[in-house]
Structures are given as C-alpha cells and as structure tokens.
C-alpha cells in the first residue's frame, strides 16, 4: 500500500489548540487527516490544482543524493506510513481540511490558512 498521509497546516495548529484546551487528553497524538491517499492520487491532485500538466519522476538514487545533501534520511520519504488520528477523532476533533481536494484548493487557490 502506497498511501501518503497528510495534513493541513490549518489542522495542525488546530489540533494544538484542541489538546492544549482539553486538559484531560494525554499521551501521543497523531497529526493527519483520517483519509489518506496514494501518491499517485496525491501528485495527480497536487497537478490539478496548479495546472501543471505533468511531474518528473523522482527515482529512489535521486532522491538519495537529495536527502545526503540536506542531511536526512530518504525513508521519510521513501516509506508509507498508516497512520489514522483515532485518538484525535474519539476526543472529538473536527478536521477544517478532511479531504485533499479542499485542502489544496485552500492553500492553491484561496490564499492559504486564514
């Protein structure tokens, strides 16, 4: 499985927020959305929305060469992960950006994070 886990910027300081104000919430939280997409779904909506009509492809040698020369480590990029916020949706967390088409067309066509 190929899915890619993201997350608006909006929800991230959101999320702060909710878990600062409620006292009661402990422990390790997860920071994405609950609907993870592939990246071949995420680069075609990535495309969409700012008209670009193709991608260059990013074999994993290049993006070795990338990760040693700003110093990290390519499997942050080269992994999946699955990961799906349960304890931020059971606490009562309302996501602003659950899908991707919204989030993107916030952040390609509205301006961004208001």
Same mark, same amino acid.
Do not use: Q
């Given at each position: 499985?190929?899915?890619?886990?993201?997350?608006?910027?909006?929800?991230?300081?959101?999320?702060?927020?909710?878990?600062?104000?409620?006292?009661?919430?402990?422990?390790?939280?997860?920071?994405?959305?609950?609907?993870?997409?592939?990246?071949?779904?995420?680069?075609?909506?990535?495309?969409? !929305?700012?008209?670009?009509? $193709?991608?260059? #492809? %990013?074999?994993?040698?290049? =993006?070795?060469?990338?990760?040693?020369?700003?110093?990290?480590?390519?499997?942050?990029?080269?992994?999946?992960?699955?990961?799906?916020?349960?304890?931020?949706? !059971?606490?009562?967390?309302? $996501?602003?950006? #659950? %899908?991707?088409?919204?989030? =993107?067309?916030?952040?390609?066509?509205?301006?961004?994070?208001?």
């Amino acid at each position: 499985m190929d899915d890619r886990c993201w997350i608006h910027i909006a929800d991230v300081f959101n999320i702060v927020l909710f878990v600062f104000d409620h006292k009661e919430l402990s422990g390790v939280y997860n920071c994405s959305v609950p609907n993870p997409v592939t990246n071949e779904i995420l680069m075609k909506t990535i495309r969409e !929305k700012t008209k670009t009509k $193709f991608g260059l #492809p %990013s074999p994993a040698w290049l =993006l070795n060469i990338g990760a040693v020369i700003i110093k990290t480590e390519t499997e942050l990029i080269l992994k999946s992960r699955w990961v799906i916020p349960e304890k931020l949706l !059971k606490a009562g967390y309302t $996501f602003r950006y #659950p %899908s991707l088409d919204g989030a =993107l067309e916030n952040i390609f066509h509205n301006g961004g994070p208001r």
